[in-house]
């Protein structure tokens, strides 16, 4: 800053040169080249404490900071080029100004944590959005299970119910015949049992024929007694004694139902009967040439929804069959 008052002042700066020049000549004349360079730094030594003393007062501009020269060469060099054109020394000397900011890098703690409350709320909306399709999805693919189910248990009643025969061949004086068709009626869990020419024989060398009994009942669930299951129990053939004593196969036909009905018509009476039974002395001696099976459950709604399928006997008198001994 003390060349900057130099250039303004050109008085002061041309008596520093000639001071400079003149002690640096005198120096030089007889002495060896380390005492003049000790000298010359003494010089500028005392040319810059002078510079300080002149101008501790004096106004320094901020816009051209500028820096002081370390060497005699650097001095005399400067001089020589603010005699000829002082704006020379200023630029030659001129310090540059560094930003001290450092520049923006990065994020700060705030933007991050706006960042981290804008995606959380949209994973809020985007998971509560796909869970919502998601219970969805699932009560659809219950329904629908549950619609499937109940379907082919009543196709499948439907189908063995219209196979159902009554042979004349029966022994005199028996209690339990080998061939019958019993519905009876309860609250709400009916119960059924008959004779059919649809059994399929799965078992080499056993006492199996193409005849055998059906037999549609109630039970509780074994996992939740508060659960009707709809069971379905096939002989392997065809006796003269209680069919829950012939060997045979049960099964889950239909689960967790509310209700089982099924309804006969008398075609001869022309009405609908809600019992059929052709035991005993006076038994009917024919079938119903209908059966109407309601089958009631509870949907995913919490709703009662029945179903109802109606079979039609292709034989509903007696025919002239007789079993094979067993």
């Known amino acids: ?63 051209h900071p500028f820096r002081l020269p370390r060497t005699a060469h650097e001095l005399a060099h400067a001089l020589a080029h603010a005699a000829r054109d002082p704006l020379s020394a200023a630029r030659l000397f001129r310090r540059p100004i560094v930003s001290r900011q450092a520049p923006a890098s990065g994020f700060t703690l705030i933007e991050v944590m706006l960042a981290l409350a804008i995606m959380t709320f949209v994973t809020a909306l985007l998971w509560g959005s796909f869970s919502q399709t998601a219970r969805v999805k699932k009560r659809m693919e219950d329904a ?10 009543l196709m499948r009643m439907s189908r063995e119910v219209e196979m159902a025969f009554l042979s004349l061949s029966e022994k005199i004086g028996v209690e339990e015949k080998r061939t019958m068709f019993v519905g009876t009626t ?9 004779s059919w020419f649809g059994h399929q024989r799965l078992r080499a060398d056993r006492p199996e024929a193409d005849t055998a009994v059906v037999s549609y009942f109630s039970e509780p669930d074994p996992d939740d007694r508060m659960i009707t299951n709809l069971m ?33 018509y008398d075609y001869k009476k022309k009405e609908w009967k809600q019992e059929w039974n052709t035991m005993g002395a006076d038994g009917l001696q024919y079938l119903p040439t209908q059966v109407r099976i309601s089958l ?4 995913e709604r919490g709703q009662a929804a029945t179903f109802t399928s109606t079979a039609r006997l292709q034989v509903t008198e007696r025919v002239d069959y007789r079993p094979g001994r067993a």
Do not use: N
């Open 1 to 63: 800053m003390t060349w900057h008052w130099f250039i303004r002042q050109p008085s002061a700066l041309t008596a520093a040169c000639r001071g400079l020049l003149g002690r640096r000549g005198s120096a030089s004349v007889g002495v060896s080249g380390s005492v003049s360079d000790q000298r010359s730094a003494a010089s500028v030594g005392d040319l810059r404490e002078r510079a300080r003393h002149v101008t501790r007062g004096a106004r320094t501009p901020s816009r």
């Open 144 to 153: 629908q299970e549950r619609t499937h189910t109940i379907r082919v248990a």
């Open 186 to 194: 309860h609250a709400d869990l009916d119960e059924l049992r008959f």
């Open 232 to 264: 379905r129990r096939e002989t392997r053939r065809l006796e003269s004694k209680d069919p829950t004593k012939i060997p045979g196969e049960t099964y889950v036909l239909c689960p967790a139902v509310a209700s089982v009905k099924f309804s006969y």
């Open 296 to 299: 009631t459950v509870i949907d």
